[in-house]
Structure formats: structure tokens, C-alpha cells
């Protein structure tokens, strides 16, 4: 079985800094997809950035950006120049891979990032 | 284009009652997921329909089904409320291409109390 682990449960950060939220999977698949979700205090889940596997090269989406390490099975999220509303629950999850069908995903435990004026 | 529908948004129910829970998907999206989120469980897979078929179940007691309709749109029924079923219950949405689903987007959620 698959597993998702945020050791981080909270970060702070100040506006317009950088930081790094941590992911680290458990997985004895070669495909699969690796996702970071933003959970705002309205709880809707937002898709921040996604990764497929079997690409070596990072995601990157505007001020949020991966750095996936396929063989040490980390996967970390960046986030550039901190704005107030990226204060929210980021969730790292995992889903099989093409050829496999469904979209079960295996979600980690969540990291509360604040961010300070 | 209209995003995943949730309702109700807040529900309050008693133990022993039975609830039924609503998703309309992204118009064209076939896929529809359940995920219950606690504190203390985090975020735990349901179940997944597809074409109006359980393709996906998680770990969960009989007492959680689900079913999906010519529409796409999924309803999920919890009976025998206990006091643990208190949660947000989120459903997702994914289109299927080439027999593969593309990325999940996620509904508000419902908020289920069971007193």
C-alpha cells in the first residue's frame, strides 16, 4: 500500500519570503502522480501543482514550484514571494499511475502553513 | 464552466438516523469520488464511481454506499449514524481519457454532525 508523509503539521512564513513544505511517499509503483492540494479555511480542495513521474523535469505553476526526487521519494513544494492567501492546510498526495484505472488518492497528513504580514 | 456541487453544505443528524449526501460533477466528468476528512483520520478514501459503477472502495463499514446516476451525478448514503461518521465529507471529480482519469477537483464539501 501506498503512503503519504508531511512531517511538517505547521510552517510560518513571512509575506513575500520563501518556503518549503516537505512530502515524503512510500510506493513500490514506477508510474504514478504526485499532487499538491491547497485546503483554505472556506475547505474546498485546490489543485496547486501536479507531477507525473516518469518526468524528470519539475512542476512549476507561477510562484509554486516541486522539487521531486523520484529516488529518495520526496517531493517538496515551494512557494516564492508569499502572499497572505497562501495561508492554508497543503495537503501532498499520491495516485497511480497510466494504466491503472481510478482516481483514489492517498492524501498525507496535511502542513497549516501561516503566513505573517 | 460550473464547478463540483456539494449539498447540502451542513447537515445535522442523530445517531441511528440514516443521511444522504449529493455530488454533481463538472459537466463531462464521469468520475466521482468520496473522501471523509477528520481530524484525527485525516483524509480516507470512500469510494470512486465510474459510468455508474463502484470501480473503487476504500476501508469503510457496509454501512457507507454509494451509487451514481445516468448523469454522473453521486449520492452517498450513510445509515446508523454513529457519533464517529461527524465529518467533512468532500467529493471529487475527474474527467477519463484514453482509460485514465486526469486531475481530481474537489467540491465544498459537507459538513455532517451526528449528535
Known amino acids: 500500500a501506498q503512503t503519504v508523509t508531511q512531517s511538517q503539521p505547521e510552517m510560518s512564513v513571512q509575506e513575500a519570503e520563501t518556503v518549503t513544505l516537505s512530502c515524503t511517499y512510500d510506493?513500490?509503483?514506477?508510474?504514478?502522480?504526485l499532487f499538491w492540494y491547497k485546503q483554505p479555511p472556506s475547505r474546498q480542495m485546490i489543485l496547486v501543482i501536479r507531477?507525473?513521474?516518469?518526468?524528470?523535469q519539475n512542476a512549476t505553476e507561477n510562484r509554486f514550484s516541486v522539487n521531486f526526487q523520484k529516488a529518495a521519494k520526496s517531493f517538496s513544494l515551494k512557494i516564492s514571494d508569499s502572499q497572505l492567501g497562501d495561508a492554508a492546510m497543503y495537503f501532498c498526495?499520491?495516485?497511480?499511475?497510466?494504466?491503472?484505472?481510478?482516481?483514489?488518492?492517498?492524501f498525507g497528513e496535511g502542513t497549516q502553513l501561516t503566513v505573517n504580514p | 464552466k460550473a464547478g463540483v456541487t456539494q449539498t447540502p453544505r451542513y447537515l445535522i443528524k442523530t445517531r441511528g438516523q440514516q443521511v444522504t449526501l449529493s455530488c454533481s460533477p463538472i459537466?463531462?466528468?464521469?468520475?466521482v469520488s468520496w473522501y471523509q476528512q477528520t481530524p484525527g483520520q485525516g483524509l480516507q478514501f470512500l469510494f470512486e464511481?465510474?459510468?455508474?459503477?463502484?470501480?473503487n472502495k476504500g476501508n469503510f463499514p457496509g454501512r457507507f454506499s454509494g451509487r451514481q446516476f445516468s448523469n454522473s451525478r453521486s449520492e452517498m448514503n450513510v445509515s446508523t449514524l454513529e457519533l464517529g461518521d461527524s465529518a467533512l465529507y468532500l467529493c471529487?471529480?475527474?474527467?477519463?481519457?484514453?482509460?485514465?482519469?486526469?486531475?481530481?477537483?474537489f467540491g465544498q464539501g459537507t459538513r455532517l454532525t451526528v449528535v
Open positions: 507531477q507525473e513521474a516518469y518526468k524528470q
Open positions: 471529487a471529480s475527474s474527467l477519463v481519457q484514453g482509460g485514465t482519469n486526469t486531475e481530481a477537483f
Open positions: 498526495a499520491y495516485r497511480r499511475g497510466l494504466g491503472t484505472s481510478g482516481s483514489r488518492l492517498t
Open positions: 459537466s463531462g466528468h464521469r468520475s
Open positions: 464511481y465510474f459510468s455508474e459503477t463502484q470501480r
Open positions: 510506493t513500490s509503483e514506477s508510474d504514478y502522480y
